[in-house]
Each structure stands twice: as C-alpha cells, then as structure tokens.
C-alpha cells in the first residue's frame, strides 16, 4: 500500500480516558513535540469529561463495536463491556490502517485497559 506524500500517517494512541488522562495527554504532548501527528481513541466504558480531549471518542468507539455508552456506562458485565469496545477499536482501527493513516499505535492503561488495548 502506498502512503500519499501529502498524508502525513499518524500515531494511534489508544487509551481509558477515564483512568489515565493525564497520562495520555502527556504522551500525546511529547508525540507532537517530536513532530509526529497523535490520533487518540478512548477505549473508556462510562461517560466522562474526558470525551473533549479524544480524537475518536468513547462513544464513537462503542457504536463501532455495535453498543451505546450509555448502556455499558450502566452495565455491571465487565466482559460484555470490554468485548463491546474491543470490537470497536479494531474496527475502527482496521478503517485507518486500511486508509494507510496509521505509521503506529501505542497504548496506555492500568490492569483492564492494556488488556483491552492489546
């Protein structure tokens, strides 16, 4: 697959936003200062303030995986919720690499994010 010129690819950072923002955001700083262009999507499954800081949003990565997240923010089944936003993220994942947007990913999370993420 070849990358247009023009495109610069970008760097998914997949990460919980509503446990590691601060985290995230500094890895998304550092990214930036190196010149590399960050694309940050939120794998959280309850709603937040974090949203606004996110590229491809909790939401955005619920409805990918065929779930609302309203409902997973209500749910109790924690491997229900995960399989929700898994799928998700490697739809939306795959799309981009499909695009050839992606040079990379990246992920932050505590015990349940990074078994999400990887």
Known sequence: MEISKTIKPEVLIIATMDTKVQETLYLRDILKNLSV???LMDLSMRNGDHVSESDISANETAKSG????EEL???RDMAANMKCMISGAINITQRLVHEGRLSGIIGIGGCTGTL???
């Open 73 to 75: 923010s209500m749910s």
């Open 116 to 118: 999400m993420i990887t």
């Open 37 to 39: 262009k960050p694309l």
């Open 66 to 69: 065929g779930c609302r997240l």
